[in-house]
């Protein structure tokens, strides 16, 4: 079955620490999306790549980077520059966000990240 | 800016009722894109519904109906004989040509379906 994998399901991160978020999708979709949720809020956009090789920055890249070199993968770097880390993270993809404008978003199950 | 407000953060109904969630939006332009999305305790985000802004005819999925008020800017979703299952957080969702066609999306609002 097709589908968007997030691994791991749960992650800790020590103060100074980068962690890497795996997002893994097999749909052949072209654009792929990173959000992070607060307990009883809405999503806010990180980072978005709509083809290999280019990613643009969402509402609150600042202490995340990401890498698109595949067009299945997505990771998330979660860097120390991020003071607050702690927060559900979702990876999401579509169909090419133009042409498939009336396409959903499909979401993969989610990475809980705490701080230790 | 482009937004989206959804007016109810929480709501309970018994099992088997109808219930509404409202969701209404700010946007310039003439054609874009409607979702709602639930997410249940388990966090996984699902398509509950979908709707063309060009298109008047309501969309509907079994259960799920939407009313969506083009002049009003107005989406609600309605959710006919409520099952224990429609227990979650449902999120409305929209984006145009504007937005990038990137999701500008709702605070959410909790519906529970007491037994």
């Known amino acids: 079955d097709g589908g968007i994998t997030q691994s791991p399901k749960y992650l800790f991160r020590k103060e100074g620490q980068n962690v890497t978020l795996s997002c893994e999708q097999n749909l052949n979709h072209d654009a792929m999306y990173w959000y992070r949720q607060d307990p009883g809020q809405g999503l806010r956009l990180i980072y978005y790549s709509q083809i290999v090789n280019d990613f643009q920055k969402g509402d609150i890249a600042e202490g995340y980077s990401v890498s698109r070199e595949k067009k299945e993968s997505f990771p998330l770097t979660v860097t120390s520059a991020q003071k607050n880390p702690t927060a559900f993270y979702l990876c999401?993809?579509?169909?090419?966000?133009?042409?498939?404008?009336?396409?959903?978003?499909?979401f993969g199950d989610g990475t809980r990240l705490s701080i230790l | 800016a482009q937004t989206v407000t959804q007016s109810q953060p929480e709501m309970s109904v018994q099992e088997a009722e109808t219930v509404t969630l409202s969701c209404t939006y700010d946007?310039?332009?003439?054609?874009?894109?409607l979702f709602w999305y639930k997410q249940p305790p388990s966090r996984q985000m699902i398509l509950v519904i979908r709707?063309?802004?060009?298109k008047q005819q309501n969309a509907t999925e079994n259960r799920f109906s939407v009313n969506f008020q083009k002049a009003a800017k107005s989406f609600s979703l309605k959710i006919s004989d409520s099952q224990l299952g429609d227990t979650a957080m449902y999120f409305c969702a929209f984006h145009s040509q504007d937005s990038n066609y990137q999701l500008i999306w709702g605070a959410g609002t909790k519906l529970i379906i007491k037994p």
């Open positions: 946007t310039s332009e003439n054609n874009y894109y």
């Open positions: 999401a993809s579509s169909v090419d966000r133009g042409l498939g404008r009336n396409q959903p978003q499909h």
């Open positions: 709707q063309e802004a060009y």
